[in-house]
């Protein structure tokens, strides 16, 4: 049985005495001594919708997050993207993207994720489209959905990786954005929670020189020869063994550990 919990900071959907998903609250533009939230309807149109409110807008401490089940793990090797806990110069928080296999990491590559003045790291539902912030907790389907249309400028859709120029490997041609920021390779992100964030995915901090950053997607850092990306790269290509799944990992306690 589920039910809700309001405090000074946040509205919870909480199991027992813990949260399965969170609404942080937020001051009104309109009246600034007012705060607001977007009410999450999905929460209401589940079978054990929560029945009874409870109002703590006095508590001192928040409600700990439902621990995820170690047993949600895939059970081939898949990408976890974590906060390292340091700050880069330019700003941004310095991310890490492991090949695991289970709980063994195989390898890492560095990483960062939106804008320098928008590091604020949320789960699905309070994640904004537009914000340029980094993409939210959750787990991440990788590859375009399927079905999908064959588009001419995504014209692999049966592959992990695409390259700009079509050809694997390739890593002379950069996808067409208008600040470059893209480089050649592009792989799309789906997020399997409801959230209001699309158009991610995990491609080079190629304009990292004058543009650090992304809108939202997962950037893997620049160097000489794009040594890092093909690292990342390498990861996929065995098919029976290339991730399908990126766990994003920002320590909000919802995602297998």
């Given at each position: 049985m589920t039910w809700l919990k309001l405090t000074s900071k946040a509205l919870y959907l909480m199991q027992g005495n813990?949260?399965?998903d969170r609404q942080d609250l937020h001051l009104s533009r309109a009246q600034p001594e007012?705060?607001?939230?977007?009410?999450p309807k999905e929460w209401m149109l589940a079978v054990d919708a929560p029945r009874s409110l409870i109002i703590s807008l006095q508590a001192t401490a928040e409600p700990e997050p439902l621990p995820a089940k170690k047993?949600?793990?895939?059970?081939?090797?898949?990408?976890?993207?974590?906060?390292t806990g340091k700050t880069l110069a330019?700003?941004?928080?310095?991310?890490?993207?492991?090949?695991?296999?289970?709980?063994?990491?195989?390898?890492?590559?560095?990483?960062?994720?939106?804008?320098?003045?928008r590091q604020a790291f949320r789960l699905p539902a309070n994640s904004r489209a537009g914000s340029r912030e980094p993409l939210p907790e959750g787990i991440w389907d990788l590859g375009l959905p399927k079905p999908v249309p064959i588009?001419?400028?995504?014209?692999?859709?049966?592959?992990?990786?695409?390259?700009?120029?079509?050809?694997?490997?390739?890593?002379?041609?950069?996808?067409?954005?208008?600040?470059?920021?893209?480089?050649?390779?592009?792989v799309e992100m789906t997020c399997k929670s409801n959230t209001g964030r699309d158009c991610?995915?995990?491609?080079?901090?190629?304009?990292?020189s004058f543009a650090p950053g992304t809108v939202g997607c997962v950037g893997i850092a620049k160097d000489s020869g794009y040594k890092t990306?093909?690292?990342f790269v390498s990861w996929f290509a065995d098919p029976e063994r290339a991730p399908q799944v990126a766990i994003v990992d920002w320590g909000l306690g919802t995602v297998p550990k």
């Amino acid at each position: 049985m589920t039910w809700l919990k309001l405090t000074s900071k946040a509205l919870y959907l909480m199991q027992g005495n813990q949260y399965i998903d969170r609404q942080d609250l937020h001051l009104s533009r309109a009246q600034p001594e007012q705060y607001k939230f977007d009410f999450p309807k999905e929460w209401m149109l589940a079978v054990d919708a929560p029945r009874s409110l409870i109002i703590s807008l006095q508590a001192t401490a928040e409600p700990e997050p439902l621990p995820a089940k170690k047993a949600d793990l895939p059970s081939r090797p898949y990408l976890r993207v974590t906060r390292t806990g340091k700050t880069l110069a330019n700003g941004l928080t310095q991310l890490e993207v492991s090949l695991m296999d289970g709980q063994n990491t195989l390898a890492s590559v560095p990483a960062v994720s939106g804008a320098p003045d928008r590091q604020a790291f949320r789960l699905p539902a309070n994640s904004r489209a537009g914000s340029r912030e980094p993409l939210p907790e959750g787990i991440w389907d990788l590859g375009l959905p399927k079905p999908v249309p064959i588009h001419t400028s995504r014209p692999h859709v049966d592959k992990i990786v695409e390259f700009a120029s079509g050809s694997s490997n390739d890593f002379n041609v950069d996808w067409p954005d208008r600040n470059d920021g893209l480089g050649p390779v592009y792989v799309e992100m789906t997020c399997k929670s409801n959230t209001g964030r699309d158009c991610i995915g995990i491609h080079c901090d190629n304009n990292s020189s004058f543009a650090p950053g992304t809108v939202g997607c997962v950037g893997i850092a620049k160097d000489s020869g794009y040594k890092t990306l093909r690292k990342f790269v390498s990861w996929f290509a065995d098919p029976e063994r290339a991730p399908q799944v990126a766990i994003v990992d920002w320590g909000l306690g919802t995602v297998p550990k």
